[in-house]
């Protein structure tokens, strides 16, 4: 049994793949993920196809490849992400793409979710969440080989590029799995969080844009993440500080620094010191002002950082 036809057109040419996107704002379900369904039977048929078109090794160029199709699949309770994507034969890194999932957990947010016949990323043109806008970022510049569909649900329609057969960046990767960012000092505890609290000095509110890590003075401190030294100096609030960019339109503030151990567009990595816990600038005792921010913003940490690895 063929799926519906309609649902997705694309017409091969011998430099790229043009879309032809025929709208329609309900896809077939399926109904079980087991053979016995025959959406589901269809779909391990074209993914074996998908497989066998793009691997020479295999015959492919004997394979006639089926259009793109999404189907879609009414959640259990008990379903995750990482089991389905084993049930369905798919990567995770596609289902979480196409569905707009900023993390695993988020899941549990739907009651639906599509699924297309091919493996592959998909790349909203309009990001809505921190996540989109790193895949966004970082695959932006290589749309001329992806395809350009549309995407219909209540919420109207969305316009992605589909990158067939292609996996999340190490970058993207990370962030998805919350692994983006290790803790600059591993034994530290956590004094302050990020968010509004009253200032230490002077007693009145104001915002905190990162978090406090207090540590023996003297104690290492490592970058969050590989990346390049952008700035070094010192600062009458900060003192002692370091500001690293990372991939994906990442930064990383480390202050009140006793020492500092790395020079303007050094590169680093995360076993890397990049100096030590100290009490310099505006510092009520040893500790490290630690801020990620992002195009300029700062984030809150505490949910780019491993949970395993939190300061105490």
């Not at 979480?96 to 947010?109: F, I, P, V």
């Not at 649900?153 to 960046?169: A, K, M, V, W």
């Not at 799995?177 to 200032?199: A, D, E, H, K, M």
């Amino acid at each position: 049994m063929r799926m519906k036809p309609g649902l997705l057109l694309f017409i091969a040419t011998p430099a790229l793949f043009l879309c032809a996107a025929l709208l329609q704002a309900d896809y077939p379900e399926i109904k079980q993920l087991e053979p016995s369904d025959p959406l589901f039977r269809q779909l391990q048929a074209d993914i074996q196809s998908y497989h066998k078109y793009t691997s020479r090794s295999a015959g492919g160029q004997n394979t006639v490849l089926p259009p793109l199709q999404l189907l879609s699949y009414r959640l259990r309770q008990d379903d995750d992400l990482f089991s389905l994507a084993a049930r369905l034969n798919l990567p995770y890194d596609t289902l979480a793409s196409l569905n707009r999932l900023e993390h695993a957990g988020d899941l549990g947010k739907h009651n639906h979710l599509l699924i297309p016949n091919f493996p592959g990323v998909f790349v909203y043109t309009a990001p809505v969440n921190a996540f989109e806008e790193i895949v966004t970022t970082l695959r932006s510049g290589s749309v001329d080989r992806a395809w350009r569909i549309v995407i219909t649900n209540p919420g109207g329609n969305r316009i992605c590029y589909f990158f067939p057969g292609e996996s999340f960046h190490s970058v993207e990767r990370a962030y998805f799995l919350q692994i983006i960012f290790r803790f600059p000092v591993p034994r530290g505890r956590l004094t302050s969080t990020y968010g509004s609290r009253s200032n230490p000095f002077t007693g009145h509110p104001e915002f905190h844009h990162g978090i406090d890590i207090a540590a023996a003075a003297g104690t290492e401190v490592f970058p969050a993440r590989e990346g390049v030294v952008r700035e070094t100096g010192r600062h009458p609030v900060l003192g002692n500080y370091v500001i690293l960019l990372h991939e994906g339109g990442y930064e990383t503030v480390y202050g009140h620094l006793e020492q500092v151990f790395v020079s303007l567009q050094q590169t680093v990595t995360s076993g890397m010191i990049i100096g030590k816990v100290g009490s310099t600038g505006m510092s009520t005792g040893p500790h490290l002002h630690f801020e990620i921010r992002r195009r300029g913003s700062s984030r809150d940490p505490l949910p780019l950082l491993p949970a395993g690895e939190s300061a105490q």
